[in-house]
T-cell receptor, first 112, second 110 residues
Framework: DTAVSQTPKYLVTQMGNDKSIKCEQN?????MYWYKQDSKKFLKIMFS???????INETVPNRFSPKSPDKAHLNLHINSLELGDSAVYFC???????????FGPGTRLTVL | KQEVTQIPAALSVPEGENLVLNCSFT??????LQWFRQDPGKGLTSLLL?????REQTSGRLNASLDKSSGRSTLYIAASQPGDSATYLC?????????FGTGTRLQVFP
């Protein structure tokens, strides 16, 4: 009965590879987000989708490409991974924009 | 540009104490404010949401207040317990996104 789930939980990969992280929410929400938590534990918005439409793209390199196949899913694909991409990536969802957000457990990405 | 600051950065208290965590933001044009806790290696758990029209919200031993005009919010934890040990994050919501504070790492010892 997990509300917001992410897969995988851990991802270890080599520099230059391409990888994807998947997110699903069963809360019936219409807005989903990706956040990045860096090594200093600071959380920052990356993308937001409302009803499958991109509404926020927060100066993220174009190696990062989100995709929302439907309102319950938001995936993040990363091309040509770099060392600096190592972080914890959190997915979140809310009903409507500017409302309470619920977070997934995070995906810890390590780029070697 | 909105900036969110939390004071103190770390706090260590004995069990049973009442405590206050502070959050300040530079732009008062916020829609809502949300408090979270994050346990080590875990995701974020939503604690309280205060809408911009509200002054406070309560949930169990937690009480959060909001003063938009002064750009401040406080999270009051009554009768703290070791299980309250975590990092507490405040985040303001405006223009479709959460802007997070720097967090307060709380340790409650028996």
């Amino acid at each position: 009965d997990t509300a917001v789930s992410q897969t995988p939980k851990y991802l270890v990969t080599q520099m230059g590879n391409d990888k994807s992280i998947k997110c699903e929410q069963n809360l019936g929400h219409d807005t989903m987000y990706w956040y990045k938590q860096d090594s200093k534990k600071f959380l920052k918005i990356m993308f937001s989708y409302n009803n499958k439409e991109l509404i926020i793209n927060e100066t993220v390199p174009n190696r990062f490409s989100p995709k929302s196949p439907d309102k319950a899913h938001l995936n993040l694909h990363i091309n040509s991974l770099e060392l600096g991409d190592s972080a914890v990536y959190f997915c979140a969802s809310s009903q409507g924009r500017d409302n309470e957000q619920f977070f997934g457990p995070g995906t810890r990405l390590t780029v070697l | 540009k909105q900036e969110v600051t939390q004071i103190p950065a770390a706090l260590s208290v004995p069990e049973g104490e009442n405590l206050v965590l502070n959050c300040s933001f530079t732009d008062s044009a916020i829609y809502n404010l949300q408090w979270f806790r994050q346990d080590p290696g875990k995701g974020l758990t939503s604690l309280l949401l205060i809408q911009s029209s509200q002054r406070e919200q309560t949930s169990g031993r937690l009480n959060a207040s909001l003063d938009k005009s002064s750009g401040r919010s406080t999270l009051y934890i009554a009768a703290s317990q070791p299980g309250d040990s975590a990092t507490y994050l405040c985040a303001v919501i405006n223009t479709d996104k959460l802007i997070f504070g720097t967090g307060t790492r709380l340790q409650v010892f028996p």
